[in-house]
Each structure stands twice: as structure tokens, then as C-alpha cells.
């Protein structure tokens, strides 16, 4: 899947002159958290988290009353708080790239840039729920683990097992079992109602199946 497919367009979008009292009161009403800061152009120029209004909101509330800091907070700038060093991508960018660059770099979100325009914004709240939706977490099904080899064949080994008894997969995921070299979890979801059997038609085809954590694999690594 593509950013482009799954990105917010309907934008809420300050000017770098905003006071931060106006940043707050936006970010609360509109219930986001971050906002974009585009100049006269709509170029983008900056954002700002509900984060860095709150510790901006903060930091000087112990040391001013309350008149000298509604006038300070009403004098300072998104300007002054924003970040300008902007990490953007475009619709283009698949969801496990935006993923990735959000972990590398330690951010939350990222806006999205269109021939040199900007377009939408995607966040970490976003992919998770790509992640959950692509793994069916969430709907009645039930979910195991196969350990398998990492050779050509082997996931159509296990769906024809499954397809031999009718069975739907409803979702699967792999990825490498980080202790055992050349291992994959296979991880499969299919309906609660064919989980016993699914089980059982695997364990018959010479599959080793995984209900439940473990703490030691050993017992489950496919025989070489």
C-alpha cells in the first residue's frame, strides 16, 4: 500500500506568525496532533506537535504571573517553536518505507509533498492501523505460527495443506526469527471456527504449529 492511498488531505494548515495560544487552541479543537506551518505561497515551511506547544506552554509558568504569561504566550510565535528541518515524502512512498523513516529518524509524522506541493500528511497512528488491518487483527479469527525455512515453495506448501481442507487464510505475515538463521515465522490467521483443524491438517502435513508463546523454539524449527 501507498501513503497516497491512506494520507489526510483535509489539512490543518497555521501561518508562522500564529500565536501560540491560537496553535493550542486549533490543536485542542480540531483534536490533532500536529500542524503544519506553510507561509503566504502554502509552501511549507514548518511543523509543530501538540508536544512542543505543551512544553513551550510550560516552561515559563513557574517564574510569571498569570497576566505576564497570557501576554507572553500571546506575543510568542509558532515561528519560534516549530521545527524547520522537515523530513517529507510523497504518495508515492510505501507505507513500510514511511514506517521505517518515522522509526530511523524518531518522529511521529510526516507530511506529504507533491511536485513541490504540499498534499497531505501521514502519522504513526496511521501505519499502526495499516499494520492491525493487514494482519486481521481486530476480526473474528484466530491466529498461529509456523517456523519454516527460508526456500521457494514453502508458503505454497502450507496454503495447499490449507486449501486441501477448504480453509480460508484471512491473513499472513513473515518475517525472521532473529535466533535461528535462515528461520521465518510463517503467521497465519483463518477463521475461529476452522483453527482446530487448520492445526491439525498442518501438524499432519509435517508442520510444527505454535498456538501460544513459547520461550524456547527449539522444539518447533522445521527438521533439515
Do not use: C
Not at 492491525?132 to 502450507?158: M, N, P, Y
Amino acid at each position: 500500500m501507498y501513503v497516497g492511498r491512506i494520507m489526510h488531505t483535509r489539512l490543518v494548515t497555521v501561518s508562522p506568525d500564529t500565536s501560540l495560544r491560537k496553535a493550542k487552541e486549533i490543536i485542542e479543537e480540531k483534536q490533532i496532533n500536529h500542524l503544519l506551518v506553510v507561509n503566504k505561497n502554502e509552501d511549507l515551511v514548518g511543523i509543530v506537535s501538540d508536544r512542543d506547544v505543551r512544553q513551550s506552554w510550560a516552561s515559563p509558568a513557574t517564574s510569571l504571573s498569570v497576566h505576564e504569561l497570557n501576554y507572553l504566550l500571546t506575543q510568542l510565535t509558532v515561528e519560534a517553536i516549530m521545527v524547520k528541518k522537515i523530513i517529507t515524502i510523497s504518495p508515492g512512498t510505501t507505507i513500510e518505507r514511511a514506517a521505517f523513516i518515522m522509526q530511523e529518524n524518531r518522529i511521529n509524522a510526516l507530511p506529504v509533498i507533491e511536485s513541490e506541493k504540499l498534499v497531505g500528511i501521514i502519522t504513526s497512528t496511521d501505519v499502526m492501523e495499516v499494520l492491525l488491518h493487514s494482519i486481521g487483527f481486530g476480526e473474528e479469527s484466530a491466529r498461529f505460527t509456523v517456523l519454516v525455512e527460508d526456500r521457494i515453495g514453502i508458503v505454497s506448501e502450507v496454503s495447499k495443506i490449507l486449501k486441501e481442507q477448504r480453509i480460508n487464510i484471512r491473513s499472513l505475515v513473515t518475517w525472521p526469527e532473529k535466533d535461528y538463521r535462515g528461520i521465518y515465522q510463517l503467521v497465519m490467521r483463518v477463521g475461529l471456527e476452522d483453527k482446530d483443524r487448520a492445526i491439525s491438517a498442518l501438524s499432519d502435513g509435517g508442520f510444527k504449529v505454535l498456538s501460544e508463546y513459547v520461550q524456547d523454539l527449539t522444539p518447533f524449527l522445521p527438521e533439515r
